[in-house]
């Protein structure tokens, strides 16, 4: 056998070659067959395994790699004024990324043309470490307080009895959540359903904080606005036409395009707001449902993404990739916001059962710097995570005898005081529905009249407290956008009355055409 043929030679895991890769071993070509069947067992033993649990929300998705490129400078400012972080300093600077793109409720495998917010996850491998920016499409969020995240997604999932999609569940849960209704407003308009992963924005969603050399916070929200492959979002019957015959259309494009060397590009924007309370707002910076206005709190350019290069491989690197709001780096900090502090333990605690212990020494997973750690073994440690020149005896700190050492200071550690009670309560200015109303009279006539329509539609089935809530949490919000739900309803009652008794005739006539049968 010559070298290059020899190099394609099927193996086992073992690197036994594998000569008859058609035949499991029996006795007689009739079988019974043998249970040292050493190359089938492994086969078939490594493929029941194949599937991880898939991610407990947001289990579908795509993703690509590329590069950021800083601009040096935030607005016309230095960037240092504001954040020490090393990836921002210099204009061109760039820094490898990986950037994975998702669906929220549905599982995997599941159409990508459902209304559902679109998740938008970056992980920057940058000099000093990994700096995950885990963000959706939309700019804000159903609730604030993380206690409530796992009563959310239980209600927007399918019905644990009948294993269906239930509109009824998750309006439940939501007219008892009035903080939700601004999230609703912009879900069950054209903005619940992007064209595609490319053709759409992305958002950090929380307030987060950014440090600089002297230990100077500021409040940050983040915000990836497409460059030049534009905007576009779907209507509902867009979106079915699309559904009806692909059901992976939005990862096919995503694909295409880079194939096609039509690379996607995004510019990340800041707003900045001082590190306070902000009392002459009407509601909190910390509240994620909430949007800093951008006329008053204008969108900052940083820098700008460009994806080039599709995944070898979608298992080892989209379905492996592990992202988490704890993950930042020297001058990036958290804010306040309880939602991303709930978010920051829930990422690595779900990471640690669906990928396992060592998720973080997985390629697409570990930093692209050196990495000298000692934390040791668990299942699947595939290296030992030590300097080149320490002591190997040595897995623990301090020691005099060659081990890790801590690092120096890069700059002066943010310090915020506190001094309040500690109690279960909510953040004073809630403001649910002022925001929302805003949002309704933005939006443009065809995305009003989409949002009532699609609201109407799934409302129908929803029992009437469930309605009447809505009404008045959407009136609360702005008094037309309540009537016409109101109306859209009163209407959608009247034609299922007709539709009801359509069938009673139908069915009564069909009673007697059966009666007259005279098989
Ligand atoms: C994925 C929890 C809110 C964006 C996940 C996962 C969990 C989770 C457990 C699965 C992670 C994995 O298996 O790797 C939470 C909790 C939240 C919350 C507890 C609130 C308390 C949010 C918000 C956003 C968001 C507000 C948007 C800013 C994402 C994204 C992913 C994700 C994009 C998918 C990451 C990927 O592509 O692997 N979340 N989440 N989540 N979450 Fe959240």
Same mark, same amino acid.
């Given at each position: 056998m010559d070298k290059e043929n020899q190099e394609m030679t099927l193996t086992n895991r073992q690197g036994h070659p594998i000569s008859d890769n058609q035949n499991i071993r029996t006795i007689g070509n009739r079988g019974p067959s043998t249970l040292e069947n050493y190359h089938y067992i492994e086969k078939i033993s490594h493929f029941d395994r194949e599937r991880i649990p898939e991610r407990v929300v947001h289990a579908r998705g795509a993703g690509a790699h590329g590069y950021f490129e800083a601009y040096g400078k935030v607005g016309n400012e230095p960037i240092s004024t504001y954040t020490r972080a090393k990836l921002f300093q210099e204009a061109g600077k760039q820094t490898p990324v990986f950037v994975r793109f998702s669906t929220v409720v549905h599982g995997n495998y599941s159409p990508e043309t459902f209304r559902d917010p679109r998740g938008f996850a970056t992980k920057f491998y940058t000099e000093d470490g990994n700096w995950d920016l885990v963000g959706n499409n939309l700019k804000i969020f159903f609730i604030r307080d993380p206690l409530k995240f796992p009563d959310m997604v239980h209600a927007f999932k399918p019905d644990p009895v009948t294993n269906l999609q239930n509109p009824e569940k998750m309006f439940d849960f939501v007219s008892n959540s009035p903080e939700a209704t601004h999230m609703i407003t912009f879900l069950f308009s054209p903005w619940g359903i992007p064209a595609n992963y490319r053709q759409m924005q992305g958002s950090g969603v929380n307030t987060y904080k950014w440090v600089n050399q002297d230990g100077q916070a500021v409040?940050?929200? $983040?915000?990836?606005?497409p460059l030049k492959q534009g905007m576009k979002n779907l209507t509902q019957?867009?979106?079915? %036409? /699309?559904? %009806?015959k692909n059901v992976s259309h939005a990862t096919q494009d995503l694909y295409e395009a880079i194939e096609r060397g039509y690379y996607p590009e995004w510019e990340l924007c800041v707003q900045i707001l001082s590190d306070d309370e902000h009392p002459e707002l009407d509601f909190d910076p910390l509240d994620p449902t909430k949007l800093w206005d951008h006329e008053q709190f204008p969108f900052l350019p940083v820098g700008k993404m460009v994806l080039n290069k599709n995944p070898e491989n979608y298992f080892a690197e989209v379905e492996q990739a592990a992202f988490g709001t704890g993950v930042l780096v020297d001058g990036l900090d958290f804010s306040d916001d309880k939602l991303l502090q709930g978010r920051t333990f829930s990422y690595s605690d @779900?990471?640690? $059962?669906?990928?396992? @212990?060592? $998720?973080?020494?997985? *390629? /697409?997973? &570990? *930093?692209? @710097?050196?990495? &000298? @750690?000692?934390?040791?073994? %668990?299942q699947m440690a595939i290296m030992v995570d030590q300097a080149p020149g320490q002591n190997p005896h040595v897995n623990y700190e301090p020691s005099s005898l060659g081990g890790l050492q801590e690092a120096a200071p890069s700059g002066k550690e943010h310090q915020p005081m506190y001094n309040d009670k500690l109690v279960r309560e909510k953040i004073s200015r809630t403001n649910d529905f002022g925001q929302a109303g805003d949002t309704y009279r933005k939006f443009e006539d065809w995305e009003r009249d989409e949002l009532i329509a699609n609201l109407v539609d799934a409302l129908k089935i929803c029992k009437p407290i469930i309605q009447r809530t809505m009404i008045e949490h959407f009136t609360k919000a702005d008094p037309d956008y309540g009537r016409r739900v109101s109306e859209g309803l009163a209407q959608a009652n009247v034609d299922s009355a007709h539709i009801g008794s359509d069938s009673e005739r139908d069915g009564a006539e069909m009673a007697e055409n059966s009666g007259k049968r005279t098989d």
């Open positions: 409040l940050v929200k $983040y915000h990836w606005e019957k867009e979106a079915e %036409g /699309i559904q %009806g @779900t990471q640690r $059962y669906r990928v396992g @212990t060592n $998720y973080l020494q997985l *390629p /697409i997973n &570990a *930093p692209k @710097t050196r990495v &000298a @750690t000692n934390q040791r073994d %668990g």
